[in-house]
């Protein structure tokens, strides 16, 4: 199986619960989805794939790659940075658009959080003309693309790359806001919905072999697993 980089906490125990009850083994290889989507076009063996967005599964479903594209889960965007850093009256807006500030983001292309950090640019030029192309150009692309650094796996990589003095405020998934609500150190800072950018996950099946799993994973029970771990519903 492959699967998106973001699912990998709550995906994890996920397969194994499967594992267990099922009485197999799973391969699962997490990485940015884009670059994941490479590696199925060029080869690569696989059964199952759980993309960060709905148009990679619709890629290879329409290079006859895959056979089926199922919606899985939704997720947003959210900014994380120092506790230190926030007062009471903090507005993620002016935090983002701050110009002493340093940045940081996924890549867009490689990472659908990257593209979906772009579209949130793309609403904050709306808000402030000028900054959404600032941010576009001044924004550090640390992970998930070909070359990125390497985030220790057992590492939120908001929280890393802060404490690296990599960036100050990090644009990624909203659901890693309760693995730290209670960090010393480290916070996320919610966008409002009316601002906010919605990711669609989706599964692309390519084997048979792979269907009870992917059964499993859309499953009432399961889909509930990953609504505790910060996601929410297709």
Excluded at 103 to 124: A, E, H, K, M, N
Excluded at 164 to 184: N, R
Excluded at 204 to 222: G, R, T
Aim: aromatic share 8%.
């Amino acid at each position: 199986m492959l699967a998106a980089g973001s699912l990998r906490k709550a995906l994890t125990p996920i397969l194994s619960q499967f594992s267990q009850q099922h009485n197999v083994s799973i391969n699962a290889q997490f990485g940015p989805a884009g670059l994941l989507r490479e590696q199925i076009e060029n080869g690569a063996e696989w059964d199952l794939f759980a993309s960060a967005n709905q148009e990679h599964p619709q890629t290879l479903l329409d290079h006859g790659l895959a056979h089926r594209v199922m919606p899985f889960l939704r997720n947003k965007l959210c900014l994380t940075t120092q506790r230190a850093r926030l007062a009471p009256t903090t507005n993620w807006l002016d935090l983002l658009t701050d110009p002493n500030i340093i940045v940081g983001t996924s890549t867009p292309g490689c990472d659908p959080s990257g593209d979906y950090t772009w579209q949130l640019f793309d609403r904050v030029e709306q808000h402030h003309a000028g900054a959404g192309e600032y941010l576009k150009l001044n924004a550090k692309q640390l992970v998930g693309g070909k070359d990125s650094l390497q985030v220790p796996a057992t590492e939120i990589a908001s929280a890393w790359l802060i404490r690296q003095g990599l960036a100050d405020v990090f644009v990624g998934y909203a659901h890693y806001a309760q693995w730290l609500q209670h960090d010393a150190d480290i916070a996320a800072i919610a966008i409002p919905d009316a601002d906010n950018i919605f990711a669609t996950y989706a599964l692309a099946l390519h084997s048979d072999v792979a269907q009870p799993l992917a059964e499993y994973l859309l499953s009432n029970d399961v889909q509930q697993q990953f609504v505790s771990a910060g996601f929410s519903l297709r």
